[in-house]
């Protein structure tokens, strides 16, 4: 049933537009949060202060009022597909299905191409702080086009299809998870690009797969220089060494599923797993849209 309503949203581009840019079923956690509170107070207010019929026919011409821009905004700028520019969807069901898989052959840990079975020996020599990483998708050709776009050039509404494709493979996969928690952006950096993108993918996930999401447990608390420009995996290593922190205990004992777009050496899902396990988390695996090889 799962694959089924996975494929589904995979498939239904309208389901695609709602999605489109920062409206609120895709913006920050805060502000899903506070437009849920929002909500709730104007409803509470109205119902204090207008008679039952007015706060209906409100509501509606709020929704007619919501799809009219909708549909201007759709006429105005059409969803394009990322990989072959068709005014289809974001992401095409052709496209979608034609992106690179991360296929086995891989270690059993960090999912980098391996030949031999069990552990590669860079995870024999030193074991990340995650139980096991894994990936769909190979970061390349369409797939790189999707996470470029998603991350910097403001296409926040692929993280919808992003998310449907998580879905079907997290289902695959049977990795057991009670909690997703996303890598989390220095907050200077999320709130110049107006989102975390990997806070999208767990909330788009959670919703399909019904798993809670988690997105304020870890802390990035130094804004540490992007790992696409640090070259070796040392280098990397040290970028993020001792850059997050968690807040709170409301992870404590639970099986905990970190959520980012792109895995390179592994080295931030390893910090923000190692600080995940010290702050009690019974498991950390950790799933990312796509992986470097
Ligand atoms: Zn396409
Ligand atoms: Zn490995």
Redesign the pocket.
């Known amino acids: 049933m799962l694959l089924t309503s996975s494929l589904a949203s995979i498939s239904h581009p309208d389901g695609w537009r709602t999605s489109r840019g920062l409206n609120p079923q895709t913006a920050g956690a805060a502000g899903q949060s506070r437009m849920r509170g929002s909500g709730d107070y104007r409803r509470r207010c109205q119902s204090d202060i207008l008679p039952p019929d007015t706060s209906h026919r409100i509501t509606t011409m709020v929704s007619v009022l919501k799809k009219a821009g909708r549909a201007a905004l759709d006429m105005l700028f059409p969803p394009r597909c990322v990989g072959c520019g068709s005014f289809e969807a974001f992401l095409c069901r052709r496209c979608g299905e034609g992106l690179p898989p991360a296929t086995p052959p891989r270690?059993?840990?960090?999912?980098?191409p391996?030949k031999g079975s069990g552990?590669?020996p860079?995870?024999r020599r030193q074991r990340p702080a995650f139980t096991g990483l894994r990936s769909p998708y190979v970061f390349r050709d369409t797939v790189r086009e999707l996470v470029h776009a998603l991350k910097y050039d403001h296409q926040a509404a692929l993280a919808t299809p992003a998310a449907s494709l998580l879905s079907r493979y997290l289902e695959e996969e049977n990795i057991g998870a009670d909690i997703l928690i996303p890598v989390p952006l220095y907050p200077r950096r999320e709130r110049a690009r107006g989102y975390n993108q990997s806070a999208l993918l767990a909330r788009g996930l959670g919703r399909l797969v019904g798993l809670p999401v988690e997105d304020r447990a870890l802390i990035r608390e130094r804004n540490t220089p992007s790992q696409a420009e640090r070259a070796s995996a040392e280098e990397r290593r040290l970028n993020v060494e001792g850059a997050f922190r968690h807040r709170g205990e409301g992870f404590s004992g639970q099986r905990v599923l970190l959520i980012d777009d792109v895995a390179t050496t592994g080295a931030t899902l390893d910090a923000c797993a190692r600080v995940l396990r010290e702050g009690g988390a019974a498991s950390v695996w950790a799933l990312t849209f796509a992986r470097e090889d």
């Open positions: 270690c059993a840990v960090c999912w980098r391996y552990l590669c860079k995870c």
